[in-house]
Nanobody, 121 residues
């Protein structure tokens, strides 16, 4: 099992930046896909970004603004978020899965508790 703990959320003005971190522990390996999802009030949890090896995948809504990275030595996954808008307000979750790429929430087996990101206008 994989344990995930997110940090770095907070309140930021539109146009600003935030950096989220996910501390990873437990039975992880380089074969795990690490992802970020988000859930806004009243909406379904949606895919944001994922990283597997040296490759990355992004939702169209964040492409060009968000960057996912992984530091295997520190066992962390980071989501750098720039040019934030009010539409990015959500709880952000770190997730892990083995078995290759997926943007489908239900195919991720391990989840963090989430961190709140609020973007004010």
């Amino acid at each position: 099992q994989v344990q995930l703990v997110e940090s770095g959320g907070g309140l930021v003005q539109a146009g600003g930046s935030l950096r989220l971190s996910c501390a990873v522990s437990g039975r992880t390996s380089s074969s795990h896909v690490m992802g970020w999802f988000r859930q806004a009030p009243g909406k379904e949890r949606e895919f944001v970004a994922a990283i597997w090896g040296g490759a990355t995948l992004y939702a169209d809504s964040v492409k060009g603004r968000f960057t996912i990275s992984r530091d295997s030595a520190k066992n962390t996954v980071t989501l750098q978020m720039n040019s934030l808008s009010t539409g990015d307000t959500a709880i952000y979750y770190c997730a892990a899965r083995s078995g290759g790429w997926s943007t489908i929430r239900s195919l991720y087996s391990d989840w963090g508790q989430g961190t709140q990101v609020t973007v004010s206008s």
